[in-house]
């Protein structure tokens, strides 16, 4: 009997005491403890079991570390990011975790941020739009608008460009979100954006004031023009008086047979009637001429189509006269044959009559001022040529004289304003510089001057 007792005690001992090892490091286990070990007693089924366990601990524990290191460097990376990181549940919108970067932005510190409802980092009067923004980023996968603020502890709502994504984390749904201050990019687009609406304001300005000053300059321009042509009004009057000189004495002649009729009986209805119509037709003759040189007075207030071979016809014919009297003959070369061509430009019809007016006077003056210096050229017939043709579809008029042509040293200078190389009282120096402008500056055509035999030349190219 005690015998039997014996060996049961030994056959539960050795079964029992493999167990009670297991249980106990079970219990280590729980605690945390992943360094037990359990003692292999025997290479029986209860050693397998035992080493089988060590195994499993083994490898339980070199799991833990590892997962104890991932989680260390993903706490490391998160506290060192140099933006702020919320995460937030995604059912409950409460936050369970921020960074240090976190506490930055928001002015509250992690362990008030932990239990927040993601909503109280938002300004309250945009607390709807930044949640349902969010719920349609969550469901849809829609973007997050990047137009986002945060409200700071102190009352400061900063502007942020924030990157979420919904992940799993402890077997739950969480949003793991990036905000990035944006303050001082958000300055300098308000500042770059202040400063665009002050250069458009600026361009708005200054296209206003170039404006004004385009019309200033348009009408000082006329007021030259007007200038130049009062310059040669002596010249118009007596022109004036010349062209009328001979139909007054035509007037004067009938007045004095009218009234030689009327003394001898001859005065009839039939007589009075010629006479009348003798001298109307003499005032009509007249009435034209005041109207020809009223209208090269006028400027032109807007370009229009003219025909070039017309107009230089016109000015040549009112002021032949003067030329004449002068000695010089104004060749108008092919001007006068018929010519198929069509001369027809857009431009200012009257100020391009002033040029030619311009160019044609300052030959004259030349010629006039060569005669007077030598002797031998007193009796020698001025002449100034005017054609008038195309070169490479282009429109040519040159005007060359017998005048002895322009200094080399002053040709250069001969399109600056109130330049003359005329005495005081025979020239201003306005007459070939607004020769110049109205070419080129309003009807965008070319003027250049060149010394030729005997002379200069002046072309218009158009």
């Known amino acids: 009997m005690i015998i039997t007792i014996y060996f049961t005690y030994l056959l539960t001992n050795r079964f029992s005491r493999p167990i009670v090892a297991l249980k106990d490091a079970a219990q280590e286990i729980q605690t945390g403890n992943l360094s037990v070990r359990v003692p292999v007693m025997s290479s029986d089924e209860a050693g397998v079991l035992a080493a089988a366990f060590n195994s499993m601990i083994a490898r339980i524990e070199v799991d833990t570390q590892v997962l104890k290191e991932s989680e260390q460097k993903y706490k490391t990376l998160i506290e060192t ?6 995460i937030a549940d995604v059912e409950t919108g409460i936050i ?12 509250i510190c992690r362990n008030e941020l932990i239990g927040l409802y993601q909503s109280a980092l938002y300004p309250p009067d945009k607390i709807d739009y930044y949640v349902e923004t969010f719920r349609r980023h969550v469901t849809n996968n829609e973007p997050i608008d990047n137009n986002i603020y945060v409200r700071h502890r102190d009352g400061r709502d900063i502007p942020v460009d924030i990157s979420a994504g919904v992940i799993e984390a402890g077997g ?3 949003i793991f979100g990036i905000f990035r201050d944006i303050s001082s990019k958000k300055l300098i687009e308000d500042q770059l954006k202040e400063k665009t609406r002050q250069l458009q304001e600026i ?8 404006r004004i000053e385009i019309e200033n300059r348009r009408r000082q321009e006329q007021m030259l023009i007007q200038q130049s042509k009062m310059a040669s009004m002596g010249e118009v009057v007596a022109l004036i008086a010349h062209q009328w000189k001979q139909p007054l004495n035509a007037i004067a002649l009938t007045a004095q047979d009218l009234d030689d009729a009327f003394l001898y009986d001859e005065l009839d209805r039939d007589y009075l009637v010629d006479s009348k119509d003798a001298i109307l037709k003499q005032i009509d003759f007249m009435a034209k001429t005041i109207d020809g040189f009223r209208t090269f007075l006028r400027p032109s207030k807007e370009k229009a189509l003219f025909n070039v071979k017309d107009s230089i016809k016109e000015v040549v014919s009112m002021f032949s006269p003067l030329f004449k009297k002068n000695g010089i003959i104004l060749d108008l070369n092919q001007l006068d044959t018929e010519d198929s061509r069509s001369f027809n430009v857009l431009g200012y019809q009257n100020e391009f009559k002033q040029v030619i007016l311009n160019l044609i006077s300052n030959s004259r003056d030349a010629i006039v001022t060569k005669r007077a210096k030598e002797i031998n050229d007193t009796h020698k017939e001025g002449r100034i040529i005017i054609n008038l043709g195309e070169d490479r579809d282009k429109i040519v008029v040159s005007i060359s004289d017998n005048g002895g042509g322009i200094p080399e040293s002053l040709i250069d200078r001969i399109f600056e304003p109130y330049f003359t190389t005329k005495s005081a009282d025979n020239g201003t120096g306005i007459g070939l510089y607004m020769s110049k402008t109205i070419i080129e500056n309003n009807m965008n055509w070319k003027l250049t001057a060149r010394n030729i035999r005997d002379g200069a030349e002046f072309r218009i190219v158009m």
């Open 81 to 86: 990011a140099n933006d702020a990181i919320f």
């Open 96 to 107: 369970i975790d921020a960074n240090k970067k976190a506490e930055c932005l928001s002015g």
């Open 172 to 174: 739950r749904k969480v």
């Open 203 to 210: 361009n708005k300005n200054l296209e206003a004031q170039v």
